[in-house]
């Protein structure tokens, strides 16, 4: 993530999550070397592809994998994201944010704050890319356990998280603004062969499921 997604991130946390952090909550985790703040985003032209990529080298460190796929994933995207939305209001001139997600890293666990897909999008497996880049950057970070807390009716994202491995720890009751109670998942093991392949398989299903919906350019990714 750029400071220049940080328009486009407010509103997708909006949409997703109800206006849970502020604009300066997204600067300070940006700013942060104790956070990985991820967007998935899509370009309606190479042009725009190009242009994201520019921007993106410029701002920060070479992209890890989810980055570059992000970059990368549009170059088909643009007819086929339009037909899948015909409601969409964004120009297509512009970039689009598709998902964002957040860690923070304190000693050895990776706390989940934020993981939240264009609700246009989601059920396309975008959660799938970008749960997977989050625990490979807990991974990269020598964390060795991961944490998040999710709505306790949240089935979709329960399940996106069981197939992670993450399993129930408790509850926190009217953890959200409406109420609504979380559940409080945990997952160990990050360091552990085991736990790093099946991460990677989980990711390398959801890019193959990408492709065979959007055919997305796999070889940009590692310009």
Not at 64 to 91: E, H, K, M, Q, W
Not at 148 to 160: I, W
Not at 204 to 222: C, G, K, M, V, W
Request: with cysteine; charged share 20%; hydrophobic share 40%.
């Amino acid at each position: 993530m750029i400071e220049a997604d940080l328009p486009a991130v407010l509103a997708l946390d909006q949409r997703c999550l109800g206006g849970l952090w502020t604009r300066s909550g997204y600067q300070r985790e940006l700013d942060s070397d104790c956070s990985d703040l991820l967007v998935l985003v899509s370009a309606p032209t190479a042009e725009g592809l190009r242009q994201r990529r520019n921007a993106f080298n410029s701002a920060l460190p070479p992209a890890s994998l989810a980055a570059r796929f992000a970059a990368s994933l549009v170059a088909d995207f643009n007819a086929d994201l339009a037909a899948s939305d015909p409601t969409a209001s964004t120009p297509a001139s512009a970039i689009a944010l598709l998902g964002t997600g957040c860690l923070w890293a304190i000693l050895e666990e990776a706390h989940i704050t934020t993981l939240a897909i264009e609700p246009a999008y989601q059920g396309q497996k975008l959660g799938q890319v970008l749960l997977s880049e989050l625990l490979l950057c807990a991974y990269r970070r020598g964390l060795t356990r991961a944490t998040l807390e999710v709505r306790a009716a949240n089935e979709p994202a329960l399940k996106l998280y069981q197939k992670f491995d993450f399993k129930e720890a408790g509850i926190r009751k009217r953890y959200y603004s409406d109420g609504e109670n979380a559940r409080i998942l945990w997952r160990s093991g990050l360091q552990t062969e085991q736990a790093v392949d099946q991460i990677k398989q989980h990711q390398q299903a959801a890019f193959t499921a990408l492709s065979d919906r959007y055919q997305p350019d796999f070889s940009q990714s590692s310009k």
